[in-house]
């Protein structure tokens, strides 16, 4: 019976710390004007554009009212490299976001 117990109350407390743990799946769609662009988070590479991106707000993001994306490079040959810095607004938009960047040839 003890041993019951103690898995009951391994069982709830588990449940208990779950159900504060706050997460929030959030996803956007990358495109790149031209298309099939690389997209970096530092040294990774995340794939081509278009793509879907998936992120997840905590608690404090939620609070502060936004989350802010790691920043991503976009790159193509014959192309300049696009800087990407986003802040996705919890407040008014939902789950899905979408950006569209525009590159510029090389010069």
């Known amino acids: 019976?003890?041993?019951a117990v103690s898995a009951f109350s391994a069982a709830l407390i588990f449940l208990v710390?779950?159900?504060s743990t706050y997460q929030r799946a959030c996803r956007v769609r990358l495109e790149s004007d031209p298309s099939q662009a690389e997209i970096w988070k530092g040294?990774?590479?995340e794939g081509r554009t278009p793509r879907v991106?998936?992120?997840t707000a905590t608690a404090e993001d939620?609070?502060?009212g936004y989350l802010r994306i790691p920043p991503l490079t976009i790159r193509k040959e014959g192309y300049q490299p696009y800087l990407v810095e986003m802040e996705?607004?919890?407040k008014e938009s939902g789950d899905f976001w979408e950006?569209?960047?525009v590159l510029e040839p090389e010069e």
Do not use: I, N, P, Q
């Open 99 to 101: 950006a569209m960047v």
């Open 88 to 90: 996705l607004d919890l």
């Open 53 to 55: 991106l998936h992120y």
């Open 1 to 3: 019976m003890k041993t």
């Open 62 to 64: 939620d609070e502060r």
């Open 43 to 45: 040294r990774f590479f």
């Open 17 to 19: 710390g779950c159900s």
